[in-house]
Structures are given as C-alpha cells and as structure tokens.
C-alpha cells in the first residue's frame, strides 16, 4: 500500500530537550516536505526536499532542522523546541500529486 | 512576502445547495493551484488542482477556475452533501523547479441537511 508514515503521533515533551519526527514514504517520490498546522493559519511549510541530499526552507523553518540521506526518510528535527512551536505536524510527498501523512501532535511545554 | 488570501472562513450551505470558495494569490510566477480537504482529525486530501495554462477544470461535482490576470482562483461544489462538510485548503505553488507551496488559511464548509 503507497503511503507516507510518520512518528510518533502524539509527543508532549518539554522545553529544550532535542526531538525527532520521523517520516518515511515508500512511492519511491523524490519531493518530500514538511508542513505545521494551527488553528486560523492553515499549513504553511517547513522545509521542503527536492531529492537526496537536497533541501530548502519553506516559510517557516526557524527552530528547524531536516536531514535527507535516503529516498524515503525526511526526517525533522527540533534542536530545542520551545512552546511555539506546539503544532500539528504534516509530512508529505508527492509525484504528480502531493500525498500526507496522518500527522504528529505536538506539545511543548 | 508571497500569500494566499482564502474567503470566506466559514460557509454554510444547505443540501443541494452550491457553494463557492475564492483564493487570491500574490506572486505571478506561481503556476499550479490545488485544493485539499480535510475531513476532522484527517490528513489533507488533493480533491482537484489547476495549471496555469488551464482556465477551468471539473471533476463531477467538483471545479476549479482561474482567473490569472486577477491573481485569483476558485473552487465550486454543486449538489452539495452532508459529506462534503470538512475545511477545505486552496494553496499556490511555482510547480517545476521548485515545490515551495503557500496555502490558504481555510474555509470550514458546513453542509446542512
């Protein structure tokens, strides 16, 4: 079954202690992006990944960090997250068109 | 700063009725616009999108037009049913070259039964 995944899906940590989201997909896609979701400002992108080895922010990308070694792993990683940045997190691929994973909640406090 | 404008925030519709959602967009250069829906405590889904070289598209009761000299694009629901209620994302993209993508803020669509 073509889909991307992503974990964990619910994470509350604290302020300053390092985390990792995981995401892997596994439609072979070379476009591969991150995107934060609140409540009144709708998706707005993170960073975005056009092949291995390759990346760009997106409009948001302080605080952010992303990693792109293999095809299908596009992993973020928050160095020392902070209560701003307590969110709804979707991955994403995309060929044609732009596939999403099931999200990871998470809160900083 | 490249954004995109989303209106209305909320729309109720009744049954049947049409319901009609609009999107302007400030950089020029962009060239593909879809359109997401969400359904509640779901990821987004791709429900139709258009390229800039297209001036309408429609998928059943679904259609997207834009309107490049205005910067503007919107999506249409005919025949409106109870499972269309969700919020709906439009979003601009450059396409090729580059995936950065700005989305809209959200129109939470209500159909009343």
């Known amino acids: 079954e073509a889909q991307v995944t992503q974990n964990p899906r619910y994470l509350i940590t604290v302020t300053g202690k390092k985390l990792t989201v995981t995401c892997s997909q596994n439609m072979n896609h070379e476009y591969m992006s991150w995107y934060r979701q609140d409540p009144g400002l709708g998706l707005r992108q993170i960073y975005y990944s056009m092949n291995v080895e390759v990346t760009d922010k997106g409009d948001v990308p302080e605080g952010y960090k992303v990693s792109r070694k293999e095809k299908r792993n596009f992993p973020l990683i928050l160095e020392s997250p902070s209560p701003n940045q307590t969110s709804l997190y979707f991955c994403?691929?995309?060929?044609?068109?732009?596939?999403f994973g099931p999200g990871t909640r998470l809160t900083v406090t | 700063g490249e954004n995109v404008e989303q209106h209305p925030s909320t729309l109720s519709v009744q049954e049947g009725d049409s319901a009609v959602i609009k999107c302007t967009y400030s950089?020029?250069?962009?060239?593909?616009f879809p359109w997401y829906k969400q359904e509640l405590g779901k990821r987004p889904q791709l429900i139709i999108d258009?390229?800039?070289?297209?001036g309408e598209k429609k998928d059943q009761r679904i259609a997207v037009t834009l309107n490049k000299t205005a910067k503007h694009f919107s999506l249409h629901i005919t025949e409106t049913q109870p499972e269309d209620s969700a919020v709906y994302f439009c979003a601009a993209s450059k396409g090729s070259g580059t995936y950065k993508y700005i989305f809209g803020t959200g129109t939470r669509l209500k159909v009343l039964a």
């Open positions: 258009i390229r800039s070289n297209v």
């Open positions: 950089d020029s250069a962009s060239n593909y």
């Open positions: 994403a691929s995309r060929s044609y068109e732009q596939y």
